[in-house]
């Protein structure tokens, strides 16, 4: 008997499992005896007992139910085998899972102190998770009181996070086998060292063998190979879901084809891999890894130097810096690092000038960084500067400012990924290397137009003496310079791919609008002309031509221009390209022929054609764009100038929100809660935004309360006049309500019989969401929820903002400089000498 099953264990385990018996769940009086397994219902899982290769110990774990994947994705026993093969898994009264040996004796235990009773049940669910659910009564649907998910061993499995506990050991998030044969504890974890600015780290011991780079909401920037690892498949589900019941952070492994088997591992060799089982050639494939260059491993070159994969040697001293120790970095030996050749002047009033920045490109950014969000990039280099201990900053997009003022470590060449990493110098380090090229390159320019010059003249003496007279100056039509920049010499591809966003010439947009010709005026916003046009092949066209006080470089509007067009959303209008030429920025749209809802709220002939049902379509699609913008889409997007006007109409009606995303091609930034740039329309905004500057989604959600009643009342809040009290539209509907008579407020042409229930409904619903108070206000998909009455009772609105009628009578879009004196306000003014 034991040498047949030895051979089955060698030979083709797990399939010795196969004929075992079919029950499908552990409960206290039902328990797992080696070789029982468990199958989950999509039998794409199988929980029970194994023997790793070239072992005879057991062990209780879960893996594929493949017959040629002999890979164990979870282990429960894994620092303690069961040395014979009469283990039991059982699930104890008070619903602990436990694992026993052939004497009785607990090998492992989930050891959780949460009530249970004997009804409860473990389970194995379709994602490969055991789960362990009390249930005080027969009828089986208790709460989940432990899942595996939770104790990860090695491997992370789609819809499996890696689970950040602060309390527990974040640096073993996931622990490596110690060998192919061993499950136990190895050498490597992998885990992170800060909650704030979040990474991966492996680490070797106690030691850090390979930083991933900071998360930025989408990727890790500095990992390599964005575009198919961890970039587009370590999906974050809306930023780090926060565990609201343990008080946990998880990033979510999400988004992969369940029949593909992807998932990640942290190997016992120390490495990271995503890997999915290629059926075709019955193995694995690593579609990621890491570290997988010799630049990864942590801190190869020491502090201040920098690891190039295609240079030799690989190591080199950042511009500015030196070996500590020459002879040792000769031999290859480059542990000590760097250190600065001439000290930064920060501080120091000596005369000499101003310490600058070297900026180097495509980088994986040091160690230990800082991050300092809602800045742009000029204000992030200003508040490096201006603080002595700031070596270095770097800019990204979605994080924006980091900063670093410790030794910088772990730098890399990570092109054609990474970011820029802008490293403070000494005015002399700069200007050395500056003098040597500007002299080579004035020299060379001087050169050439020495001899342009002799040849012209020349020519121009040869030409008078044939001809005899003065030949005629050239005479060129003007124009203006209009090569297009070339897409791909913009920010880097790693953090947008620019590449499918379309640049569109400014000829082309020339005479798409018959040179911007009046009568193509479509109208004018806060942020400039909009422009219809008409390109060669028939497409029409919406072309915004922005107000020149934009106040960002190209590279970062492109960069914001790019992620915008990344939005799609049936209630969202189309972003089709940009245009820069010199001073002039322009987006391009998909054309709207029915034009923005105000035209036809507020008319009184076309408000006809909007029946209760239309209105009602308008009204539930700009909630879901909103809802997308806010929530369901890459970038979190505050649109801050919500109104009747930005809703633009499509031949049927539908409404799309235009105008989204501006406060970030403006050079605002989204991710501030605080602005001292105010950027809305009085009438829609918030109290706490027109007010204080403070925005949040609760501020889009105001504006929407006040479309809302615009629309189902047919009157324009900032025209309304109340005879009575100089109430706004707001007050006068609050008046109203508390009246229990909002009927009388609904527009008279929708207000019938069938559909007064539903008019007063989404009156009610626009009156909860101006509440003055940000957080009485509903989130957005509660707002849908209650429209589309998957909420049926409505609470009771308490006062809305802005009752009284605004004095301002400006109704445009609105831009205040310096509005208040936001304390939230991060520019560094203070300078530390060192
Ligand atoms: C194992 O131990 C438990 C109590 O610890 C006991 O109730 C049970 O009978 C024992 N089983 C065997 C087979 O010895
Ligand atoms: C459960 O508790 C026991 C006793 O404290 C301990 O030896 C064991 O390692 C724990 N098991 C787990 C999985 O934490
Ligand atoms: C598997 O299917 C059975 C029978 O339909 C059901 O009782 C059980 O809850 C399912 N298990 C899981 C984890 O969904
Ligand atoms: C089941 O448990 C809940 C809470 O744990 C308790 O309120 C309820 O009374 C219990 N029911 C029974 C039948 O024990
Ligand atoms: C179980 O589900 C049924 C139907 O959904 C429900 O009526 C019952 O109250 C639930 N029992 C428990 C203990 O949650
Ligand atoms: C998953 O992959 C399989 C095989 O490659 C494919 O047939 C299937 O359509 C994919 N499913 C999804 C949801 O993409
Ligand atoms: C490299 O230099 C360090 C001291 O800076 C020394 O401790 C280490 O042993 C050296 N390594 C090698 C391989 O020589
Ligand atoms: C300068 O930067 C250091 C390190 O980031 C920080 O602790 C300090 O508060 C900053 N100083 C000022 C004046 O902001």
Same mark, same amino acid.
């Given at each position: 008997m034991i040498p047949v099953y030895a051979f089955f264990l060698l030979y083709i385990f797990p399939l010795g499992l196969e004929f075992c018996s079919a029950i499908n769940s552990i409960t206290p009086t039902q328990f797992l005896k080696d070789p029982e397994a468990i199958v989950s219902n999509n039998t794409l899982f199988r929980l029970g007992f194994f023997s790793p290769s070239d072992s005879s110990n057991r062990y209780v774990g879960i893996w594929y139910n493949h017959p040629s994947i002999k890979e164990v994705i979870w282990v429960a026993n894994r620092n303690n085998p #069961?040395?014979?093969?009469n283990g039991v898994l059982k699930l104890s009264v008070d619903g602990n899972l436990q694992v026993f040996n052939g004497r009785n004796q607990t090998v492992w235990s989930s050891n959780h102190t949460l009530h249970a009773s004997k009804f409860s049940v473990a389970q194995l669910s379709d994602y490969g998770e055991l789960l362990v659910q009390a249930s005080n009564t027969s009828s089986k649907n208790g709460s989940t009181i432990w899942q595996s998910f939770r104790h990860p061993v090695d491997s992370v499995l789609p819809n499996m996070g890696f689970v950040l506990d602060p309390n527990s050991d974040l640096k073993r998030v996931l622990q490596a086998w110690r060998s192919f044969s061993d499950p136990s504890d190895g050498r490597f974890s992998i885990g992170t060292n800060s909650l704030d600015l979040f990474q991966l780290i492996i680490w070797d011991g106690d030691r850090p063998h390979w930083r991933s780079g900071p998360w930025n909401g989408n990727i890790f920037i500095g990992t390599r190979y964005h575009n198919t690892g961890f970039?587009? #498949?370590?999906?974050n589900t809306g930023s780090f879901t926060q565990d609201e019941i343990g008080g946990m952070s998880s990033l979510v492994f999400a988004g992969a084809n369940e029949t593909l088997m992807s998932h990640y591992v942290l190997t016992n060799k120390g490495t990271i891999e995503q890997r999915w089982w290629d059926d075709s050639s019955k193995s694995w494939r690593i579609s990621w890894k890491a570290p997988d260059n010799v630049c990864d491993t942590y801190g190869k070159c020491g502090e201040f130097g920098n690891c190039r994969p295609r240079s030799s040697p690989i190591c080199s001293c950042l511009k500015g810096f030196e070996p500590k120790n020459k002879e040792e970095w000769k031999r290859g030996?480059?542990?000590?690092g760097c250190e600065r050749r001439v000290q930064l002047k920060c501080g120091k009033q000596d005369g000499s000038k101003q310490d600058g920045f070297l900026r180097l490109k495509m980088m994986k950014v040091p160690e230990n960084a800082e991050k300092m969000t809602g800045m742009s990039i000029d204000q992030c280099r200003s508040a490096c500067l201006t603080n002595c201990s700031c070596i270095a900053y770097a800019y990204d997009i979605l994080i924006t400012c980091l900063t670093w003022s410790q030794n910088l470590i772990d730098v890399a060449d990570l092109s054609p990924g990474g970011v820029d990493l802008y490293l403070r110098l000494a005015q002399s380090e700069l200007s050395n290397k500056l003098n040597v090229k500007a002299i080579v390159a004035v020299s060379v320019i001087s050169g050439l137009t020495l001899v342009v010059v002799a040849a012209v003249i020349w020519f121009m003496w040869r030409r008078c003496r044939s001809r005899g007279n003065v030949p005629p100056l050239p005479v060129t039509k003007f124009h203006k310079k209009k090569e297009t920049p070339d897409p791909f010499v913009f920010g880097d591809k790693s953090q947008v791919t620019i590449d499918d966003l379309e640049i569109i010439k400014f000829e082309k947009l020339d005479e798409a609008t018959d040179s911007f010709h009046q009568k193509n005026l479509l109208g004018t916003g806060g942020f400039g002309q909009v422009y219809k046009g008409k390109l060669e092949d028939g497409q029409e066209i919406a072309v915004k031509r922005l107000s020149r006080a934009s106040g960002q470089g190209t590279e970062e509007f492109m960069n914001e221009v790019a992620l915008i067009s990344k939005l799609q959303h049936r209630n969202l209008v189309r972003l089709l390209g940009c245009c820069v030429d010199g001073e002039e920025r322009m987006l391009i749209y998909e054309y709207m022929p029915n034009k923005s809802l105000d035209a036809f709220l507020f008319d009184p002939e076309k408000r006809k054609c909007l029946d209760w049902q239309t209105c009602f379509n308008i009204i539930e699609g700009v909630c879901r764009g909103l809802l997308y913008l806010h929530r369901d889409s890459r970038l979190k997007i505050i649109h801050r100038d919500l109104k009747a006007s930005n809703i633009l109409l499509d031949k049927n009606l539908n409404p799309k929100i235009s105008d989204f995303g501006m406060a970030r091609i403006f050079g605002g930034n989204q991710d501030q809660a605080s602005t001292q740039r105010v950027v809305g329309t009085y009438g829609y905004m918030s109290p706490e935004y027109a007010m204080e500057g403070h925005f949040s989604e609760k501020s889009d959600v105001f504006s929407l309360g006040v479309l809302l009643i615009e629309i189902v009342s047919g009157k324009k809040n900032n025209n309304f006049w109340c005879r009575e009290d100089s109430l706004s539209l707001l007050g006068y509907a609050w008046k109203l309500w508390s009246e229990d008579d909002i009927i009388s407020l609904v527009d008279p042409s929708i207000s019938g019989a069938p559909f007064q229930a539903e008019t007063v409904r989404c009156m009610h619903v626009g009156l909860l969401c101006v509440q003055q108070l940000a957080k009485d206000r509903p989130n957005m998909s509660t707002v849908i929820s209650m429209l589309v009455r998957d909420i049926m009772d409505l609470p009771n609105p308490k006062q809305p903002g802005f009752i009284q009628r605004q004095t301002a009578s400006d109704t445009g879009s609105y831009q205040m400089s310096e509005q208040t004196s936001s304390t939230n306000d991060v520019t560094v003014t203070a300078l530390s000498p060192r």
């Open positions: #069961i040395t014979d093969s970039g587009n #498949i370590l999906v030996n480059w542990t000590r």
